[in-house]
């Protein structure tokens, strides 16, 4: 090798010096949060947030897979999280992804009520890019509670939760400081920028938590645009409708993708602090509970029928937000499938159960219900259009073993 090309190649190792050190402490930081390692991904280029087509299009409607999960509110517990995607088959003992070619949907409300909330989506994280790689597909979803986290509305935070952000933002600032020392290397932004250092009404001991999950979660924070810009907020794979809350027709009107876009710019920062308005109010996508109640002769099947029929080839609505104390089940003949059984333990820690549609055996409930692992197809008797539900409530938890 002559001078010339001995000093080009150093020049060019100094040159990437900066990356490295960069690539460096984002996965130092990762860990010592998460205690996961996962390599950073380069970030997107969007010179324009408030114009999302520069920007790759969220999935908005999938074809229907071979096989299709689907994962109701997790609520900051990671145990009940993990116990849930075994179920399904989805990871194996060692929490890695062995779902092979399946779709899963994780319909939203990751944050509030526990205090995992952060390992959560570093973990979802994880399994997504483990699922890429073996021709998978993790989907998340804004619930209502990622919503009101990103306005800054933490009435259902947990000090535990607190405490996660706590150290979160201690690692990041440390990372931060590293960063700032190296020549060639932007000047990290400031997170804080504008976060109070007190809040009315909350105890002394808590702002510095509080000041963290701000400044993490408001839009355009570090954990917001990092996680929660992934979400969808209305979903279709297949013939199924994934929404968190409800979609009434003025929502199929407004435009699927176009909630989907607008909700991510959103959250990346272009249009302030509060969420478009149909993330807000009782009729909001991520709140609406007009098909969820569990009297299920109170739900409206006829505005749910009138929805499916605007949206091509629709022929349910599977949806979470509202607890089902007696596990999954339908209403209006099968047509709303409501997900959510308050698996958390601070939703009262209710039975793992999900979802499973796929070609050969239709629509299945996978359940840790110990009265109904050993009666075929996990307690139900399934049709190809139907779905049977048995009522089972008020039954102990157990630890699952799938």
Not at 90 to 107: C, E, F, H, K, P
Not at 217 to 235: A, K, M, Y
Request: with cysteine; charged share 25%.
């Amino acid at each position: 090798m002559g001078r010339e090309e001995e000093a080009e190649t150093q020049t060019s190792i100094c040159k990437d010096a900066p990356n490295l050190l960069s690539f460096f402490v984002d996965t130092f930081v990762d860990f010592s949060v998460s205690g996961l390692f996962l390599l950073p991904t380069p970030p997107l280029q969007n010179p324009n947030p408030s114009i999302s087509r520069s920007l790759p299009p969220l999935p908005t409607r999938l074809p229907s897979p071979s096989r299709l999960i689907a994962v109701g509110d997790l609520h900051g517990d990671l145990d009940k999280t993990k116990q849930a995607l075994r179920l399904a088959g989805l990871i194996d003992a060692s929490d890695r992804y062995v779902g092979g070619s399946a779709t899963v949907v994780q319909v939203g409300d990751v944050l509030d009520r526990g205090g995992d909330e952060l390992k959560i989506l570093y973990f979802l994280e994880k399994l997504k890019r483990e699922a890429a790689r073996s021709g998978g597909k993790i989907i998340t979803m804004n619930g209502n509670h990622e919503i009101m986290n990103i306005e800054g509305d933490f009435r259902f935070v947990t000090k535990t939760a607190l405490d996660e952000f706590r150290v979160w933002e201690q690692w990041f600032s440390v990372g931060n400081k590293m960063k700032g020392l190296c020549q060639g290397l932007e000047t990290p932004t400031d997170p804080f920028k504008g976060v109070p250092m007190s809040f009315h009404g909350v105890k002394r001991e808590f702002f510095d938590g509080f000041r963290a999950r701000v400044a993490a979660l408001r839009p355009n924070g570090p954990i917001s645009s990092r996680f929660l810009s992934q979400n969808v907020t209305v979903l279709v794979v297949g013939d199924s409708l994934f929404v968190h809350g409800g979609l009434l027709p003025q929502h199929v009107d407004y435009g699927l993708e176009r909630i989907n876009e607008e909700v991510r710019d959103w959250i990346n920062g272009s249009s302030g602090k509060f969420s478009p308005q149909y993330c807000r109010g009782r009729n909001a996508v991520v709140w609406l509970r007009k098909f969820s109640n569990e009297v299920a002769q109170n739900c409206d099947c006829a505005t749910l029928e009138h929805v499916l029929k605007t949206v091509p080839g629709a022929k349910r609505m599977i949806m979470g937000h509202t607890i089902q104390t007696a596990g999954i089940n339908g209403a209006c003949e099968n047509r709303a499938i409501r997900i959510d059984v308050g698996m958390s333990r601070g939703c009262g820690g209710g039975l793992p159960e999900v979802l499973e549609i796929s070609k050969n055996s239709g629509l299945r409930i996978l359940t840790s219900n110990p009265l109904y692992q050993n009666m075929g197809n996990a307690g139900l008797n399934v049709g190809k259009e139907e779905l049977l539900i048995p009522a089972h409530g008020g039954l102990r938890e157990v630890e699952v073993k799938a």
